[in-house]
Every structure is written in C-alpha cells, then in structure tokens.
C-alpha cells in the first residue's frame, strides 16, 4: 500500500451520538486514539432525538482532542419509525447531508457501507466490520465496500468471512478499553450498592445472545449460605435484590470501571444463539474485565478464545448456568487460582488498550506521522 500523507481522519456515522450501545464506545474512544496519534479527527454525526443528556466527551469520559459535526437529517426512528426501512433512508439521507456538508479531504473511516459508496472516489476510505452478513446483503456488502483502502476486522471470524468474498485489504484489530478509565482509586462497594463478600460480576445489556438471562439463572443456582453474590450492571431493568442476585440497572458508561474493580470474578456468558455471538463479535466488556485485573469465566466460543488461552481464563459451556455456577464457585473457594487468572488478565490487558488498536490500523493504512 502507498504511503499516505494524509493526516486528517473524518470518521463519518449515521449513528446517534452519545448512544448506551457498544458501538458509541469505540467509536468516541477510537476518535480519541487516533487524535493521540497525532491525527487531526472529526466525528462527522447526525441530528438524533437523545434521551442522554451528556455531550459525547463526558459521557464517554474521552479528552475533546476531536471535533464533531452534527448534520441535521430527518430523524424517523427517533420519531418511532423502526422498521428497517427507516433506518436504512435515515442512513441515506445523512450521507447525502454529509457530501453536501463536505468532508475535509483526507482518510474517510466508517462502519455504514453507504458512506464507503458515497466517499470511495474522492477519499481513501476505511471500513470498520463488527459482522458479515449472510445471503444477498453478504454479496452486496461485498460490492459496497470491495473498494475500499482497508477493512479493519473485529475478529478473526469477520476477517474470514471478508475473505471467503475475496476482500483481502484486511486488519484484524479487536475493540479495546481506555486505560485512564481504571486510573485512581475505586469508590467502595457501599458507595455502588454491590454486596460484600465474593462478588461475582456482569456488566451488559439485555441482548439475549450476550447472556443475561444465564447469569440469571446461574444465581438461582446459588445459596446466601455459600457466601457468593452476583450482580447484573448496566442493563435495562430497575435496581432490584433477590437471594444472591442484585441488578444495579443502566450506569454511565464511564462509571463501568469502578463496578469492574470492586468484583472479585467477571462474567462473560454468551450464548451460542447466533454467528455473531460464535465468530464475529469482539466484547467491549472482556477488554475491560481484563483491564480490571480480575478472575474472568467466559463461554466457550470461538469469538472469546480469539483473546483468552485456556490459562487465561475459566471455560464453560455456552448457555450452561449450572456449570457457571460451579465455576463460580470453584473461585470463590480457590483464591490462589483467583489471583493467577487475575495476573494474567492484567497483564493480557495491555496489548488491547485503544491507543494500540488506532496504532494497529495506523500501521496497516501506512500513513506518514
């Protein structure tokens, strides 16, 4: 690949901004890394009807290294429209908002393949894959994106499927977490109404396929005698306590750390219900549980074994509360085991911060810094 000379990055997003969802957490935290790097970075976004009061900075707790840009589009599922339709016009009409508005020349980076369309002629574009599809959106994504400067991979898993479609211009470069998140000193578990005693820990939403409803039934597997809790955090549901289970609710994503740092074991339950959960996803949440320094039990999946060795980490099968709950109790009575899958999570950690992933693709863009 030619050197780029370019160092002008306008990372170009038809999705609503600050979102809860995982994607808004890369995208501000990339956005951030790459202005590290010595990138000038603007977040080109659309107008989106915002139950989330914060700006972007704050909510993800990221430096204002970058600029952002807002284009006002009609926003038809803001308005209640969901059918996939709306998203898919609301979506058009902001890449044409975007080309009306101009984008500074230079690199184009995106996830939505109708921004590659739009800018692959006049910009070098990037292109983020989190998931292939199947069947004809397989073939046409393929058509969307074929040229592009890079398709920058979560996973393994999506890597070969942009393959088995003869697109080759690939990184892999897994999500990651922000290292100044973990910095300081945690408020107590008091502060965050967590239990004392071992605490074992899941940080999530309600997506069936990321497996809260295991976790659920991994703590009806557990007794208040064998002095083991879980918690569910950052889900949907109101904060409630039964037996061994609290449910803390939805948190500032920012805030995500401080519940990490106060658990004794983390929780990473996906199930097998999908191909994105087996081969493509790439868990914010794991990064982070690593990050943590702790204990982490996660499902077998090819996805997770991407990341953690069998050292790294206990496995269990997907979907199995009954083996979780003996996992977790396994820790919790075997605190040398603890702290060595704790080690090794601190030290896995570091080559999966935000600044190495916008380094990895920095690399593979070869542009001149």
């Known amino acids: 690949m030619t050197q780029l000379a370019s160092r ?3 990372y170009v997003t038809a999705a609503r901004m600050p979102t809860e969802k995982a994607h808004g957490v890369s995208i501000a935290h990339m956005c951030a890394a790459f202005a590290a790097k010595g990138l000038h970075v603007k977040l080109v976004t659309p107008t989106r009807r915002n139950e989330i009061a914060e700006d972007i900075f704050s909510y993800y707790g990221v430096p204002r290294t970058f600029s952002v840009q807002t ?7 803001g308005r209640g429209f969901t059918h996939p339709f709306f998203f898919f016009l609301q979506r058009l009409l902001f890449v044409r908002a975007a080309k009306r508005a101009g984008i500074a020349p230079g690199i184009v980076y995106t996830r939505e393949p109708e921004v590659v369309v739009a800018f692959v002629k006049t910009h070098t574009v990037v292109y983020e ?3 292939w599809p199947r069947g004809i959106a397989n073939w046409l994504t393929a058509c969307l994106v074929r040229r592009t400067a890079l398709i920058v991979a979560n996973s393994r898993g999506t890597e070969s499927a942009a393959h088995e479609c003869n697109l080759v211009r690939t990184v892999v470069a897994p999500n990651g977490f922000d290292p100044a998140l973990f ?3 945690a408020p107590s578990r008091a502060e965050l109404g967590l239990p004392e005693g071992i605490l074992a820990l899941y940080v999530g939403s309600d997506a069936p396929w990321k497996g809260i409803e295991i976790v659920r039934d991994t703590a009806r597997e557990l007794t208040v005698a064998e002095d083991v809790s879980v918690a569910i955090v950052g889900n949907s549901s109101p904060p409630r306590h039964e037996g061994v289970l609290t449910e803390v609710g939805r948190i500032a994503l920012h805030r995500v750390p401080s519940y990490l740092r106060n658990a004794d074991i983390l929780l990473l339950p996906n199930t097998a219900a999908n191909e ?7 868990p914010i949440k794991l990064f982070e549980y690593l990050a943590a ?3 982490v039990i996660a499902s077998d999946l090819p996805s997770i074994r991407e990341i953690l060795g069998r050292e790294d980490a206990l496995f269990v099968p997907p979907g199995d509360a009954r083996a979780l709950a003996g996992s977790i109790k396994k820790l ?11 080690e090794r999570s601190l030290a896995l950690s570091a080559q999966y911060t935000w600044g190495e992933r916008a380094g990895r693709i920095i690399r593979a863009l070869d542009i001149k810094l």
């Open 8 to 10: 002008t990055i306008s």
């Open 183 to 185: 910095e300081g000193v």
């Open 332 to 342: 919790a009575h075997d605190s040398q085991l603890r702290t060595r899958l704790a």
């Open 293 to 295: 320094g702790k204990a």
């Open 129 to 131: 894959a989190h998931r």
């Open 71 to 77: 284009l006002a589009v009609p926003d038809f599922v």
């Open 276 to 282: 994105e959960s087996e081969r493509f996803t790439s």
